[in-house]
């Protein structure tokens, strides 16, 4: 069982950063696949970023260029750094693990006002 803390979420205004945080369990976090989804009302959710334990990094088209996934194998811990933020990158955001089983956090709201 991978248990998952996530942090960082709260209110900025559209062109602000938030950093996101999340702290796995475990003591082979560096074999874990770690990624953010997130979920806006009335929408599915979505990958945002995912990165592999050897470092590779995916991002969704929307995010591409402003968002920076990382690990710190360290401290059991992946990031989202979001940087120019929009409106609608406001969601729940959800820290995802995944080695053998898929494991899902209890999520961080970010809200971008305009």
């Known amino acids: 069982q991978v248990h998952l803390v996530e942090s960082g979420g709260g209110l900025v205004q559209a062109g602000g950063s938030l950093r996101l945080s999340c702290a796995a369990s475990?003591?082979?976090?560096?074999?874990?696949?770690m990624g953010w989804y997130r979920q806006a009302p009335g929408k599915q959710r979505e990958l945002v970023a995912i990165?592999?334990?050897?470092?590779?990094?995916n991002y969704a088209d929307s995010v591409k260029g402003r968002f920076t996934i990382s690990r710190d194998n360290a401290r059991n811990t992946v990031y989202l750094q979001m940087n120019i933020l929009k409106p609608e990158d406001t969601a729940v955001y959800y820290c995802?693990?995944?080695?053998?089983?898929?494991?899902w956090g209890q999520g961080t709201q970010v809200t971008v006002s305009s």
């Open positions: 475990g003591s082979i976090f560096s074999l874990y696949t």
């Open positions: 990165i592999t334990s050897g470092g590779n990094t």
């Open positions: 995802y693990a995944k080695y053998a089983s898929d494991y």
